[in-house]
């Protein structure tokens, strides 16, 4: 164990890892349940995601600040769209749709609220920079006004088409065009908090850290070499995308199997497979009093869904001809997206936090999650 931890790779996450070729076992070796395919393959993804997640991080630290925090933001939800584009290939562009709902609710409402639970107990409150959490829930809130845009369109366009294959063709330009715009404003925030503004976005987290550093926290190193931090990143993101062939082709029998909507299982389950590294990294992050980091992580993971992974999803699925659109046919999925926006909006006003309100960040993720439980028939 200790000449692992001298190379840089941890032990405990090595030893999770061994899930990924029982995974691989399950899949061709034996004659395997859906249901325990699902959830294997599921673990296996979570754990190939907190690889990616620090092999990132290593390449960011070789590569410097600019180049660095475009390699984070780039990689950090590459599990979650290669799970998404093979649901979407099995023909559940619905499931897919909800899952980018469970996404925003799992990083906003049970992120933010696990993190300030955990960071709290023990502590009267927590504090972090409000800037950079402000920036991040307006753009939450732009993320909001894009994804009704198009649910709007469609009930317009309903009474208004003169045939279903008029309203169809509408919904898919707009539906293009809505991520086409999408994805130019992520570009114009990556060039404003990488380049244009990056000292006032980076001086905050430089004091997080140089707080815990003073604390008597040992500063973090890169034992990687940039060939093994490549290496181990693209060995994860190929092994992430034969774990989610093995979930999405066993989605449909879980769902059966379990009783449950198919749905809840895209807003739950499969959200969570793909923002679990992510939680857990905040959670660490909020023990050790780094809020600052906790917020960066959470809400900025929920930005990459709105603004990156739902456009690209949208995209590259009619280039697959298994077209998607940003349609939700919910009021329900509207409604939670922003119900977690203003509640996010609200904790990044004050600058602070503590167990409290992440005791009720939490329970109004158990209120969307049992909303979505009982919204829909069972498979």
């Not at 979650?80 to 649901?87: D, R």
């Not at 850290?209 to 190193?221: H, K, R, T, W």
């Not at 029998?253 to 969570?272: D, E, H, Q, R």
């Not at 977690?340 to 969307?368: C, H, K, P, Q």
Request: overall charge negative; hydrophobic content about 60%.
């Amino acid at each position: 164990m200790a000449s692992l931890r001298a190379a840089g790779f941890p032990p405990m996450l090595l030893i999770a890892t061994l899930v990924v070729p029982v995974a691989v076992a399950l899949r061709y070796l034996f004659d395997t349940p859906p249901l325990l395919l699902f959830g294997v393959g599921g673990v296996a993804i979570t754990v190939l995601a907190e690889w990616m997640r620090r092999a990132t991080e290593q390449l960011a630290v070789h590569a410097g600040p600019a180049i660095g925090g475009l390699l984070t933001v780039s990689f950090g939800s590459a599990a979650e769209l290669i799970l998404a584009l093979f649901v979407i290939l099995e023909g559940h562009a619905d499931v897919v749709r909800a899952q980018i709902t469970g996404s925003i609710l799992g990083t906003t409402l049970l992120g933010v609220g696990l993190a300030c639970f955990v960071g709290g107990v023990g502590r009267l409150d927590q504090h972090f920079a409000r800037p950079r959490a402000q920036l991040q829930s307006s753009m939450l809130l732009i993320v909001t006004l894009a994804l009704l845009l198009p649910a709007v369109f469609d009930r317009v366009e309903m009474a208004r088409a003169t045939s279903e294959s008029e309203r169809l063709l509408g919904e898919a330009h707009l539906s293009i065009g809505v991520s086409i715009v999408l994805l130019l404003i992520y570009v114009g925030y990556l060039v404003f908090t990488l380049v244009t503004h990056r000292d006032v976005f980076s001086r905050s987290e430089a004091d997080e850290a140089g707080s815990a550093n003073a604390s008597g926290e040992a500063p973090e190193q890169a034992p990687w070499s940039l060939a093994t931090a490549i290496a181990v990143l693209v060995t994860a993101t190929v092994a992430v995308a034969g774990c989610a062939e093995f979930v999405s082709t066993a989605l449909q029998s879980s769902a059966s199997t379990l009783g449950l909507p198919i749905l809840f299982l895209g807003v739950v389950p499969l959200a969570l497979i793909g923002t679990a590294a992510d939680l857990f990294a905040a959670v660490g992050f909020a023990r050790q009093d780094k809020m600052g980091l906790v917020m960066s992580i959470c809400v900025g993971s929920a930005i990459q869904v709105g603004l990156v992974i739902a456009p690209l999803l949208v995209l590259i699925s009619w280039a697959l001809g298994k077209p998607m659109s940003l349609v939700f046919p919910s009021i329900l999925d509207l409604f939670a997206i922003a119900g977690a926006v203003f509640v996010i909006r609200s904790i990044a006003a004050d600058g602070e936090t503590n167990w409290f309100e992440g005791l009720m960040l939490i329970a109004v993720y158990v209120l969307f999650a049992l909303a979505f439980l009982f919204v829909a028939s069972p498979g």
